[in-house]
């Protein structure tokens, strides 16, 4: 992929529901965006694993194709559609993939960015390392990147008091944890970029969440109410890559 100032931005969705999780903001403001699905192949019928019974599922081919409808409905509440890549989701897969075969797939659709918006891998899931690296190799080659904090995971300890505004917990540091993974990257990481929502905003973005209907309810933690609660849905965090 190559530089375009005149081209779309892209975003690099590891799974279905990571561009409106991690980064609505961006989904909303630009003016043109490319959303790329990169784990979205249906895998063989006849099973189903853990993950997808915890959320309801019998069989995971089944579950998939329900899950592509519900990222169009979440999508659809920013005026926005996606292309899904034919990667099967690590759960399902039992072959090694390479960021150079997911780089591959993406020049087959989009050969040139204005910018790019990739995952951090927060949480250390390897879906997200692998998508996180095709991001970083694009900014080698010139494209101006920026590495979003992957909700769920960024948010397992809280946000920083900083994003908050709040007084420091001595006894509390989320950004320890994301300390931990992002340290192989910090001589090319800017300071974060805190993006924070209106209630309005962090309103809708709540409502094209909840239409993962099979997956909200377990990201959301059940009765905890993580992703719901305003506190936490109000903020997004970017990191600039430097080449």
């Known amino acids: 992929m190559r530089r375009d100032d005149a081209a779309p931005a892209v975003v690099l969705s590891p ?10 903001s961006v989904l909303k403001q630009q ?20 993950c997808d019974r915890v959320a309801g599922a019998t069989e995971s081919a089944a579950f998939m194709s329900l899950r592509m409808d519900e990222d169009r409905q979440a999508l659809a509440v920013a005026g926005r559609q996606s292309t899904n890549l034919a ?26 960015a204005s910018n790019v918006f990739g995952p951090a891998a927060l949480g250390g899931h390897g879906d997200h390392e692998l998508v996180r690296d095709v991001a970083l190799a694009f900014a080698n080659h010139g494209v101006p990147v920026e590495l979003y904090a992957d909700l769920p995971y960024a948010i397992r300890y809280g946000w920083p008091h900083w ?14 944890d994301w300390r931990h ?58 990191w600039a890559v430097e080449r």
């Open 15 to 24: 799974h279905l529901d990571d561009a409106v999780l991690s980064v609505w």
């Open 31 to 50: 003016d043109d965006v490319e959303i790329l699905n990169v784990f979205t192949s249906v895998p063989r019928p006849g099973f189903a694993t853990r």
């Open 87 to 112: 990667f099967l989701d690590e759960q399902y897969r039992d072959q090694a993939l390479s960021p150079a075969d997911i780089a591959e797939a993406i020049a087959s659709h989009i050969s040139s």
């Open 163 to 176: 994003v908050l505004g709040m007084p420091a917990d001595p006894y509390l540091k989320p950004e320890e």
């Open 181 to 238: 993974f992002l340290e192989p990257l910090t001589d090319r990481l800017s300071e974060p970029r805190i993006h924070a929502f209106s209630d309005a905003q962090s309103d809708e973005k709540l409502d094209a969440m909840k239409k993962y209907r099979t997956q909200f309810p377990s990201l959301n933690s059940g009765i905890i109410g993580r992703l719901a609660n305003p506190a936490v849905r109000r903020y997004e965090a970017f």
